[in-house]
């Protein structure tokens, strides 16, 4: 009699998006708090990888943060950012680990969807091909649409980070069956790219709750959060919150061995 199996679980990566400590900082116009210092803390409390978004108005992240990240930062550097001419120069030079293309809008108050990569055409092929040509991981922010994973794994996109905002957003209103659908079609987004060859990432709007829920999926592989961790770092300081987030993520992918053992 053969023995069991082992459950294998593979691991899950938490991105700490470190935007919205910039936010603060520019308010006053000065240079604390340093978005520096938090990924610095956050790679001391367990981070795996620090993101910040370079938005085209530059109104938290800025030009000379992302140098300063790129030499000092132990861990690597998930670069977001819109699919530009101008921002593309900008990476290649840099050469982050990894660059997450996301939608933009200026009037926008945060990421509303995800990238329209079928809409993108050749122009955003051939963004993709350059910044991979670099040596860089290339990943596309977007919704859970089978036609837009179908054309990201077409592009040559390495990744897709999965945008969890709508589904966030539902919870907190208290639209438990949208809430419901839109998870679902997260989920069997997941599915579909992983069958592309595809790694699958998720983020946006993301809380413990939310992210415990994320990482008992086993498709995906990192969550990235930013603005609830620095929304509890007021309370609770940065340190702990991302413990206690590490901790969720640990809760999901629990659920995921014992499910996977019944
Ligand atoms: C693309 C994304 O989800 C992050 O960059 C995050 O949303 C940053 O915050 P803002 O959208 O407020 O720039
Ligand atoms: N790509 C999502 C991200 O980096 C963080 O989003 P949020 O947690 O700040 O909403």
């Keep these: ?52 978004h370079l938005r ?11 140098r300063r990240l790129k030499e000092t930062l132990v861990l690597p550097l998930n670069f977001e950012m819109a699919a530009t001419h101008e921002m593309v120069a900008i990476a290649t030079e840099l050469k982050p680990h990894a660059c997450c293309l996301v ?11 995800g990238l329209d990569v079928l809409a993108g055409g050749i122009d955003l092929a051939h963004r993709v091909e350059r910044l ?6 290339v990943s596309l922010f977007v919704a859970p649409d089978e036609d837009q994973i179908v054309r990201a794994a077409d592009i040559g996109a390495a990744v897709i980070e999965l945008h969890t905002g709508a589904w966030c957003d539902y919870r907190v ?10 998870l ?15 790694e699958v990432h998720a983020g946006h709007g993301l809380d413990y709750a939310t992210a415990e829920i ?9 969550l990235n959060i930013g603005h ?35």
């Design 103 to 113: 939608p933009e809008r200026r009037e926008e108050r945060t990421t509303e969807g």
């Design 173 to 182: 209103a208290g639209r438990q069956e949208d809430a419901a659908a839109e």
């Design 132 to 137: 991979a040509a670099a040596g860089i991981r």
């Design 228 to 262: 609830f961790l620095i929304g509890e770092a007021i309370f609770e300081g940065l340190e702990t919150a991302i413990r206690r987030m590490r901790a969720a993520m640990a809760r999901g992918r629990a659920h995921l061995r014992l499910g996977a053992a019944a």
């Design 214 to 222: 994320m990482a008992a999926n086993g498709h995906v592989r990192e």
């Design 56 to 66: 085209e108005d530059r109104r938290h992240i800025r030009d000379e943060d992302m």
């Design 1 to 52: 009699m053969s023995a069991a199996s082992p459950v294998v679980v593979p691991p899950i990566r938490l991105g700490v998006n470190i935007d919205h400590v910039a936010t603060i900082r520019n308010a006053r116009g000065g240079a604390l708090p340093d978005p520096l210092r938090a990924a610095a803390l956050a790679a001391a409390a367990g981070a795996d990888g620090i993101t910040a």
């Design 184 to 198: 679902d079609r997260l989920m069997r987004a997941a599915d579909q790219a992983v069958t592309l060859g595809l």
